[in-house]
């Protein structure tokens, strides 16, 4: 299973950024897709999530309204839409695929698959 990132870059406070998810295998086969970032000197943590088998997600509240995750089970693509960006959301972003659904998806070690990640630089 690969999974490939893309759609990083460099943009002003307050532009917008689709980040895209490229999975060689469907959608369908993997229980959730999750987005995480990190940024220098930190941690990975989760920032968004999609349920598969219904389409239900879940974003980190410092990001809640601002981004968007979304599907294409046709063209194995799981997209995240970033609006409103801020400085505090430079980092590298990854995406990662979990077989099983162990529910809320926030611990990376829930993920069996990961992409290699896109970096994304707000700043003025």
């Known amino acids: 299973v690969q999974l490939q990132a893309s759609g990083g870059g460099s943009v002003q406070p307050g532009g917008s950024l689709r980040l895209s998810c490229e999975i060689s295998?469907?959608?369908?086969?993997?229980?959730?897709i999750g987005w995480f970032r990190q940024a220098p000197g930190e941690d990975r943590y989760w920032i968004s999530r999609?349920?598969?088998?219904?389409?239900?997600?879940d974003h980190f509240h410092s990001v809640e309204g601002r981004f968007t995750i979304s599907a294409d089970n046709a063209k194995n693509t799981v997209y995240l839409q970033m609006n409103s960006l801020k400085p505090e959301d430079t980092a590298v972003y990854y995406c990662?695929?979990?077989?099983?659904?162990?529910?809320?998806?926030?611990?990376?070690?829930?993920?069996?698959?990961w992409g290699q990640g896109t970096l994304v630089t707000v700043s003025s």
């Open positions: 999609i349920r598969t088998s219904d389409g239900w997600t």
């Open positions: 295998r469907p959608i369908p086969e993997f229980a959730g």
């Open positions: 990662a695929a979990q077989i099983i659904d162990y529910g809320l998806g926030y611990n990376p070690d829930e993920y069996d698959y």
